[in-house]
């Protein structure tokens, strides 16, 4: 992931890549030949350098606040790969560093800069499939044993001091669209366990949400679905449905409604003889996304630092999602409702 970032760097206007910094040297040394860039092992050598403005984490994920916390202390710009980290405490430590500084903190989360998830979320909002009732999430994902046992440093993904499961790692991209798009969560109950993998984290979680607005949700994610089945959402309204899989709308449809009843409840238009309203087609085209919307965290950082530009996921924004998934976790454990903070 993190040579993927650096990659996007010389491609992006108003940045220049300066450095990679890694523990892997064989890794570093073959991105610095890649892109002509300057190949640093230590990260508090590059934090002491005076021409890097912005630093970008990709480690393992219990580490990323504690990297990025370092950078925002040392006078950089930050911004971290998803999750913001997998301890609240940890988010909350980097969010006032953030503030104290006056620096730009970000997180990664690369469905922000789809312009489709920008159209649900204006969709939604104006009211297009009504009020919200339900929201449903299904991550059914495939990982083998060896995608736990490498990396480096070896095995990180399969321990719980350095990753979170399947919903904090493979879902929490879907995680976060999903309380973006329905607003923020309530209450979870929720369920995990290890059925198909030798790691100390989850590799199959389900959890109930309760929005602050009153609407439910569930989500069910997984690393041992064979076949991969990829990322679905699926939102329930009033009077229409948005179905979403894999950053693509799948279903538009709304009944057409003529006007508001008795308690609030939708008049439908019912055709002849017929026992359901009937339905109409809309269009994504019809609901907005920002015109200049970033292509990805590069541009993000770059109009945020240079602009002025709000950048599309904060250290509050990030912090959100590492509440819920932990909230869930502490369900499962104590078999009890868990009140998101």
């Keep these: 992931m993190g040579g993927a970032r650096a990659r996007l760097v010389p491609e992006t206007a108003g940045a220049e890549l300066a450095a990679v910094c890694d523990v892997w040297e064989e890794r ?3 991105l610095q030949k890649e892109l002509g860039c300057e190949y640093i092992r230590d990260y508090d050598e590059m934090l002491a350098r005076d021409d890097i403005d912005v630093v970008g984490v990709f480690t393992p994920s219990g580490m990323h606040a504690e990297f990025s916390r370092k950078a925002l202390e040392a006078g950089k710009h930050c911004f971290s790969t998803k999750p913001m980290d997998i301890a609240v405490e940890a988010c909350d430590a980097v969010i006032k560093t ?3 500084t006056g620096l730009v903190f970000a997180v990664d989360f690369g469905s922000r800069y789809n312009a489709v998830n920008h159209q649900i979320r204006d969709a939604i909002q104006s009211g297009a499939v009504g009020k919200i009732i339900l929201g449903d999430l299904r991550i059914k994902w495939f990982r083998s044993q060896d995608y736990y046992d490498i990396g ?6 399969r321990r719980r001091a350095t990753e979170g499961g399947s919903l904090a790692n493979q879902a929490v991209h879907y995680l976060d669209l999903l309380q973006w798009w329905l607003g923020p969560v309530d209450t979870v109950y929720g369920a995990r366990g290890t059925y198909g993998h030798d790691i100390e984290t989850e590799d199959a979680t389900a959890g109930m949400l309760r929005f602050s ?8 994610t997984t690393t041992c ?11 329930t309204g009033s009077t229409g449905t948005i179905g979403w899989q894999d950053q693509e709308i799948t279903r538009f449809t709304a009944a057409k409604v003529e006007g508001v009843g008795v308690g609030g409840r939708p008049q439908y238009v019912l055709p002849e003889n017929a026992p359901t309203p009937e339905a109409v087609e809309l ?12 292509a990805n965290i590069i541009e993000d950082m770059v109009a945020a630092i240079n602009g002025g530009k709000p950048v599309q996921c904060d250290g509050y924004e ?3 999602t590492v509440a819920l998934f932990n909230a869930v976790y502490e369900s499962s454990d104590t078999g009890q409702p868990v009140k998101v903070s």
């Design 283 to 294: 269009s994504a085209d019809d609901f907005s996304a920002p015109e200049d919307l970033p």
């Design 28 to 30: 570093g040394l073959k």
């Design 318 to 320: 990030g912090r959100k």
């Design 225 to 235: 679905s064979f076949p991969d089945l990829g990322s679905t959402c699926e939102i």
């Design 98 to 100: 953030a503030e104290d």
């Design 152 to 157: 480096y440093p070896e095995g990180w993904r």
């Design 213 to 220: 607005s009153g609407a439910v949700g569930m989500v069910m």
